[in-house]
Each structure stands twice: as structure tokens, then as C-alpha cells.
């Protein structure tokens, strides 16, 4: 077992810094999202949003063309391209994270482009949702995450987690319990691993295991995660190394779901209420 600790205030402010004087947008991390599929681009539209409300510079929407009238009105300050482009997209350099999977749909196509992104891509790569879906059902072992060198980012919840613990012939979350699930992840895969619900839990082999803080109730709503997805891809953007982004993201999340139950209370806050809430956490934390 990991040694484990708490992810603080104190913690985050050492890791989110006020940003020099002189920086523009392209170097305050630009970001891909993969993500959305028709039925689902709310998935995409918040995930792109919490990453601009969590700093990055640019951020751009990989997804089904259909969706590209919704998403700029939605997200006017995204750009968008279609999801077939990614796959010839040998210029993923430019990116300092691509997150992958909010409301993408689980089909062997999306597989492909995953798995090409994993072995491509030497940045860091957010796995969230259907993103970790596909891997689940069609990467045996989950080699492609194992095999991988550069950072990956796995931010299940619990019934995520449970589909990629069978993938590695291993027990379920209810039977392991959460402490014991993530860090079976962690080691398995090499990735870090958020485990997500009432105290999150953040891990990667050989660096301990961090509950987080922050949160509440409210946030058992829709969307809450695909928001998360966009905020740890915005701070790894940033250049912050993958663990201390995937803790701090976790907290800020959190802090900004606390501003939300605040304003709204917990039975009516929304994702989007989490999502608006994002700026306040920060500026509780910068001070500016
Ligand atoms: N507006 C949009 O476009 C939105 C789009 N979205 C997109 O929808 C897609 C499907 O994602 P999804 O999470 O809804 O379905 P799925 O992975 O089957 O999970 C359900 C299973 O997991 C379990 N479970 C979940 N949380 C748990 C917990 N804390 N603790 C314990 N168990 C928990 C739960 O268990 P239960 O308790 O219900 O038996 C059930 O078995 C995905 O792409 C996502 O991005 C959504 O983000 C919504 C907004
Ligand atoms: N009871 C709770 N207390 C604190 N945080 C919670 C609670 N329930 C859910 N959350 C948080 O809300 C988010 C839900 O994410 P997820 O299950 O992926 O939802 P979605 O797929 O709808 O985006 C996670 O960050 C999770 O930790």
C-alpha cells in the first residue's frame, strides 16, 4: 500500500502560481479535447470549458462535424475540427495535453484513434469516461496505457474503474475498495490515477496516495466529471508535471463545487454551476 496523505490548500498554492507578467496564450497551454458525439456534445462543451476556466491559452474540440454548430455557440472560445482529422493529425506536438473521451461513445473506431493518440502523442493524455470505456472493452490488458512513456491521466469513477479492473482480470471496487482499486490501476497501467466520488482519491505508483478535500453531494450531477476532465488537462497544459496537476485539479474541482453549493445549494447546483464556479477557486488560490 501507498503511503497516504490529504491534497490541501496549502498544497494547491504551492503548485497554481500567479502568472508572469509577460506570458500570452500560446504559452499558457494550449489544449485538445477529444470529445461529444450526437446526444452527448454537453459532454464536450463543459469538458472545453472547464479547461478555459482553469487557464488554458487555446483550446480546441476534436469531434463529430454535426456537433460544430452547437459547440461554438456554446463554447464561442473554442476552435473546432472534426474528429476524422485527428487521425492524420501527426502535429499533436502543438498541444501541450490532449484530454480524450467525455460523451465520445465506445466503439472500436474511437479505439483506433485512442490508441494511435497513445502511441503518437508524447505529451500528456487525460483518459475520462468513454475514453477509458473503449480502452476497457477492447484493449486487452490495457497494454496501450502500459506501454506508454510520456504521462497518461485516468480519472474513472467508480463504474469506469470496475470495467477497467476487469480488463485486467482483477476484482471489483466494492470488493477491493477505493484505496486498494486505484492503486491496483496505478500500478497495472503506470498511469495516475484519480479515482473519483466522495473523497477523491489521486495515485501513481511509488508517490503515495492523496484523498482530496474538497467537494460535496451537490456534485453527483451530470457533466460534473467531463468538467473535471477539462480542468486537469488545463493544468498539465500549464506545464505543471502530471501527479501534482491531476491533485490540484482534483481540489480546485472540488473548491469550485463548494462555491457552487454556496450560491446554489446542493440540490440545485448543476454542472454548469461547478464550471462558472471555476474562476472564483482559482482566484482563492492565486488571490488574484
Ligand atoms: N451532457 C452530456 O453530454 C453528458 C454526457 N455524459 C457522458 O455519458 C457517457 C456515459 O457516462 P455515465 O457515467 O453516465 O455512464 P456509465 O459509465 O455507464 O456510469 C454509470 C455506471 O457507473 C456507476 N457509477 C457512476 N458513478 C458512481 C459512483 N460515484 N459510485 C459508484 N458507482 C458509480 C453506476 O452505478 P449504479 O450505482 O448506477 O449502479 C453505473 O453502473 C460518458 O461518455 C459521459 O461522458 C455524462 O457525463 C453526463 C452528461
Ligand atoms: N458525493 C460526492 N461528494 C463529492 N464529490 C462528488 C460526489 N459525487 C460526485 N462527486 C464528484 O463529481 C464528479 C462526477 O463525475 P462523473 O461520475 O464522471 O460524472 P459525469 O460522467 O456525469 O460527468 C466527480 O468529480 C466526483 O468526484
Not at 476556466?53 to 454548430?69: H, N, T
Not at 472534426?82 to 467525455?102: C, D, N, T
Request: proline content about 3%; hydrophobic content about 45%; aromatic content about 4%.
Amino acid at each position: 500500500m501507498e503511503n497516504t496523505g490529504l491534497i490541501t490548500f496549502e498544497y494547491v498554492n504551492t503548485v497554481i502560481k500567479e502568472r508572469p507578467k509577460e506570458i500570452h496564450k500560446g504559452q499558457c497551454g494550449r489544449v485538445l479535447i477529444i470529445a461529444g458525439s450526437v446526444g452527448m456534445a454537453g459532454a464536450a462543451v463543459l469538458a472545453a470549458r472547464g479547461a478555459l476556466k482553469s487557464g488554458a491559452g487555446l483550446v480546441r474540440i476534436a469531434a463529430p462535424e454535426e456537433l460544430f454548430d452547437i459547440l461554438q455557440t456554446a463554447v464561442p472560445q473554442a476552435t473546432c475540427m472534426s474528429i476524422s482529422e485527428v487521425i492524420s493529425l501527426r502535429s499533436a506536438e502543438i498541444y501541450k495535453a490532449i484530454a480524450i473521451g467525455p460523451g465520445m461513445g465506445v466503439d472500436e473506431k474511437n479505439y483506433f484513434l485512442i490508441k494511435e493518440i497513445l502511441r503518437e502523442y508524447d505529451g500528456p493524455v487525460v483518459l475520462d469516461a468513454d475514453g477509458l470505456n473503449s480502452l476497457a472493452r477492447f484493449d486487452e490488458n490495457l497494454e496501450n496505457i502500459r506501454q506508454r512513456k510520456s504521462p497518461t491521466i485516468l480519472t474513472p469513477h467508480p463504474g469506469e474503474a470496475d470495467r477497467l479492473l476487469a480488463a485486467l482480470g482483477e476484482n471489483s471496487v466494492k470488493l477491493l475498495g477505493r484505496i486498494k482499486s486505484a492503486e491496483l490501476l496505478a500500478e497495472k497501467t503506470g498511469a495516475v490515477v484519480l479515482l473519483k466520488g466522495a473523497g477523491t482519491l489521486v495515485t501513481f505508483k511509488g508517490n503515495g496516495t492523496y484523498i482530496n478535500t474538497t467537494g460535496n453531494p451537490g456534485m453527483a450531477t451530470g457533466g460534473s466529471g467531463d468538467v473535471l476532465t477539462g480542468v486537469i488537462a488545463a493544468i498539465a497544459a500549464s506545464g505543471v508535471e502530471a501527479f501534482s496537476a491531476v491533485k490540484a485539479g482534483a481540489f480546485i474541482h472540488g473548491m469550485a463545487g463548494d462555491i457552487a453549493e454556496e450560491r446554489h445549494g446542493q440540490w440545485g447546483m448543476t454542472s454548469v454551476d461547478i464550471e462558472e464556479a471555476l474562476p472564483a477557486a482559482f482566484k482563492k488560490i492565486v488571490g488574484k
